[in-house]
């Protein structure tokens, strides 16, 4: 046991399993393929397909998302109050109600549109982006930045 309440954060991802990522050089918008927690590769650093400006893997939130993560955690230690409470109760047709809560709200959901074009860069297609159909004819790959056109 540790005291820490992790909270899991879920971003959705499009109907390929692409996740919207925003650079923090050109602050446009594009999408890398979710890897598994795990399988990814030991990178530091991602190469934005649209200018081609590496920048740390964990510095492509979207302005959503960042708004999303900060207004998920409260809820979600609300929740953790009430399945302790649901836990507590169980069988006894009992329904945790807000009166248990700390009362703070979830933000709604994010919602993940089909937009945008796969692309795979030759040096690493294992690594296929998306990005908006007018700037696929050239992108820069992902993991090693080289420039390629479709
Ligand atoms: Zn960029
Ligand atoms: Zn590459």
């Known amino acids: 046991m540790n005291d820490e309440i992790r909270v899991p954060v879920s971003l959705p991802l499009d109907s390929d399993g692409f996740l919207r990522r925003e650079c923090p050089t050109c602050e446009r918008e594009f999408k890398w393929f979710n890897q598994e ?19 740390p893997t964990d510095s492509w939130w979207t302005t959503a998302q960042l708004e999303y993560v900060q207004g998920v955690s409260g809820p979600a230690i609300d929740q953790f109050a009430q399945d302790i409470l649901a836990d507590a109760f169980k069988g006894m047709s009992f329904k945790p109600n807000r009166s248990f809560s700390f009362g703070i709200e979830a933000p709604d959901a994010l919602a993940e549109p089909d937009d ?11 690594e296929p982006i998306k990005v ?12 090693c930045g080289t420039l390629f056109s479709t």
């Open 37 to 55: 927690e795990g399988d990814a590769d030991a990178v530091n650093q991602y190469f934005c397909p649209l200018c081609g400006v590496a920048s």
């Open 116 to 126: 945008m074009m796969i692309v795979e860069p030759p040096c690493h297609p294992s």
């Open 132 to 143: 908006p159909e007018e700037d696929a004819a050239r992108v820069y790959c992902l993991i």
